[in-house]
């Protein structure tokens, strides 16, 4: 318990602080609203693609991974995307609700869950890990470039036009184009590679920093019902379901730890650089994503212990 508390912190600390840095470099005039604009189209155009694009390029092909809990996730992710799109029918005003949407299905998996089932499970988390986040980047960005286009002022809603959104869509564009790559196991050169990993590792701490900066003590209080209830759906009733079901469907060990710790994952930071992009809400996205990396400790801590005590998972 104690151990895993500690890889918890390890992981999402680093996340926290740079939130926290961010707010500050705003409050001291380093950073202002021009540059969080700019950073933030950088991060979703060109960065975070490039990150998606090597992370799907370096799973390995020959890993030998059960389909079960990816269908699973996937499925659990699309039912958790249409519950929290229902419920946020009831629970915000019209214009908020892709940015609620998104932040109460979209988990931090490339980062907080992968590096949590590493810890947990070894190389087996790592792969099982690798192969679920890259399953689930294309599900995830297809449903929020759906449910933003839905309802974003800058955005068309037909459906010729949202097709067009996902087909444009750069993280999407930047895992599609990474497929043929693994399927045909083409191997690029290994400068171009470096470069485009120094170019990739400024995608977190820059989104991270744009988020904090765009948050405040004004901004929090004017989002504080919304962002509390996406919060809460993402980090305590859609992990508890999706674990239960998972439970009843007949996952144990590993698998289902691994399971957990990705529905039990706070929320993208994807999610504020996607909102930003489409002129939303990005005061409630930044506040969703801070609130629920701050209880993020203590639920998955929590559910990691509820299930070992159930005799389901073992570390």
């Known amino acids: 318990m104690f151990a895993l508390l500690g890889d918890t912190l390890s992981v999402t600390a680093p996340v926290f602080s740079m939130l926290l840095l961010g707010i500050l470099l705003r409050r001291l005039g380093a950073i202002d609203a021009a540059f969080i604009n700019t950073a933030s189209s950088l991060v979703f155009n060109a960065t975070m693609p490039t990150l998606l694009f090597l992370g799907i390029l370096e799973l390995d092909p020959g890993e030998h991974i059960q389909s079960a809990p990816v269908i699973y996730f996937c499925l659990a992710t699309l039912l958790g995307f249409w519950g929290s799109w229902y419920w946020a029918t009831g629970h915000c005003i019209r214009e908020d609700r892709g940015v609620y949407t998104q932040g109460a299905f979209r988990g931090n998996n490339a980062i907080v869950g992968l590096a949590l089932a590493n810890s947990l499970y070894g190389d087996y988390g790592l792969a099982l890990g690798s192969v679920l986040a890259g399953a689930v980047i294309l599900v995830y960005n297809s449903c929020s470039v759906v449910v933003l286009a839905v309802y974003s002022p800058a955005a068309r809603t037909s459906g010729w036009a949202i097709g067009r959104s996902i087909a444009r869509n750069p993280l999407i564009i930047g895992v599609v184009s990474a497929l043929p790559f693994v399927w045909l196991e083409i191997r690029l050169p290994d400068w171009l590679l470096t470069s485009g990993h120094y170019f990739a590792r400024m995608t977190l701490p820059l989104a991270l920093i744009c988020i904090g900066g765009s948050l405040s003590l004004a ?26 079901g998972a439970i009843v469907v007949g996952f144990r060990g590993a698998e289902l730890g691994i399971l957990f710790l990705y529905f039990a994952s706070p929320t993208a930071a994807a999610s504020f650089v996607m909102a930003q992009a489409v002129r939303s809400n990005a005061e409630l996205a930044a506040s969703i994503i801070m609130i629920t990396t701050t209880v993020s400790v203590l639920t998955i801590n929590l559910g990691i212990f509820l299930l070992q005590f159930a005799g389901l998972i073992q570390e």
Do not use: C, E, V
Request: no cysteine; charged share 10%.
């Open 219 to 244: 901004a929090l209080q004017r989002s504080s019902a919304p962002a509390l209830s996406a919060s809460l759906l993402k980090m305590l009733w859609l992990p508890m379901l999706s674990t239960l």
